[in-house]
């Protein structure tokens, strides 16, 4: 039986992998600040912001799903983040799991078929999140003592989503839902079953001697426009969809951005924007070459 650690267990996608590793036969341990009572999950109550001090196995396997997910600008965010990941690191000798994002790509137009190379940060970070997820990734790389995969997702979607869903649903007025283009855009969406396929064979992979240590996409592989998914796979209630302009959204989530607090949220932001206006698709061979993935729809 493998024994792995779950960080951020009592998040959606957390909470998901820890009831998807048991089912596989795994040990598995959580690691959060509250406790989700998942049955058979042995849970510890620590807050990775700060270094644990205890015992673990130093060969289990980590899946470090733990970061702040806040959208606007915020250095704090961005320093809590790599804390998060620095002592995620620190808990195994063994093999490592980063959750990474699509969000490490330039954002500012469409994303064709990306390649994992093209995640350079030669380019400016729409919010501190996606700022701080490159420069986990670097650190990752940098400090992983065993063997690593940094796997990188686009908008995760599952029966527990607490994100992706209820921002849309927060989004509709009146029954109405403004949309970039009425929300025309393609997306490749990722399933919480096929990101935990993925990261399962990412484990195999490391244990049968693979050296991985890369970042590699992972998705559905079949694009949705914004539009048919909000209808029909986001609960959002059947909204009517309308346009909103992107030069007009552009300039209001700007200005939202610097209307809003230190460290808040602004109401609307480019980040927002910029996911809803473009298409974005992701090329999977390294996830097929390397792990033998193939997404399930």
């Avoid at 015992?55 to 809590?80: F, H, K, M, W, Y």
């Avoid at 990752?140 to 065993?146: D, I, P, R, T």
């Avoid at 939202?256 to 927002?272: G, T, V």
Wanted: overall charge neutral; charged content about 20%.
């Amino acid at each position: 039986m493998t024994k792995v650690v779950i960080t951020g267990v009592s998040g959606s996608l957390g909470r998901f992998l820890a009831e998807d590793f048991l089912a596989r036969g795994y040990e598995v341990i959580g690691m959060s600040r509250t406790n989700p009572e998942i049955s058979g999950v042995e849970h510890i109550a620590h807050d990775l912001n700060e270094e644990f001090v205890g015992t673990l196995d130093p060969q289990a396997a980590v899946i470090n799903c733990a970061a702040i997910t806040r959208d606007g600008n915020s250095r704090a965010l961005e320093q809590a983040n790599l804390a998060i990941t620095q002592n995620a690191l620190r808990l195994t000798r063994g093999p490592f799991v980063h959750v990474s994002t699509s969000s490490v790509y330039d954002l500012r137009g469409p994303s064709i078929c990306v390649e994992e190379s093209a995640a350079t940060g030669e380019y400016g970070f729409l919010n501190s999140y996606s700022r701080s997820k490159f420069a986990t990734e670097k650190l990752v790389s940098q400090q992983a003592s065993g063997g690593f995969v940094i796997l990188r997702p686009h908008a995760l979607i599952g029966p527990t989503d607490q994100t992706l869903g209820p921002r849309v649903r927060r989004a509709i007025r009146n029954g109405k839902l403004y949309l970039p283009g009425s929300g025309s855009a393609k997306h490749e969406f990722t399933s919480f079953t096929n990101f935990a396929e993925a990261i399962h064979l990412s484990l195999m992979a490391m244990a049968n001697g693979s050296g991985l240590n890369r970042p590699i996409n992972v998705s559905n592989g079949v694009s949705t426009s914004i539009r048919d998914a909000i209808k029909t796979g986001l609960g959002a209630d059947n909204p009517e969809i309308r346009n909103l302009p992107l030069a007009l959204a552009w300039s209001a989530a700007s200005l939202a951005e610097a209307l809003a607090a230190p460290n808040a949220e602004p109401r609307i932001s480019r980040y927002q924007i910029a996911q809803l206006a473009f298409d974005r698709s992701y090329n999977l061979d390294t996830a097929r070459e390397l792990l033998g993935y193939e997404p399930k729809n």
